[in-house]
């Protein structure tokens, strides 16, 4: 069932409250490979991004 009109305005202010964008440039052509990868694993590209930035910064040692 598509989205009524009050309904994409409905989702468009909670993102823009709930989120903040992070504009992110790769080569032509390799968009289409990171999300091939990201979904031959069950992940979407955004969300394979975000999994792969919050391990590394798991991983980062405090600074003293």
């Known amino acids: 069932m598509p989205y ?3 309904q994409k ?4 202010k909670y993102n823009e409250k709930a989120y903040d964008r992070i504009a ?3 080569f032509k052509g390799d968009k289409d490979k990171i999300k091939a990868f990201a979904e ?3 992940e979407s590209l955004n969300g ?3 999994r792969i ?3 590394a910064i798991s ?3 405090p600074r003293e």
């Open 48 to 50: 394979f991004i975000n």
């Open 40 to 42: 031959s694993n069950g």
């Open 4 to 6: 009524s009109e009050a």
């Open 59 to 61: 991983k980062e040692k």
């Open 9 to 12: 305005r409905a989702s468009m």
């Open 53 to 55: 930035i919050y391990e």
């Open 24 to 26: 992110l440039r790769v």
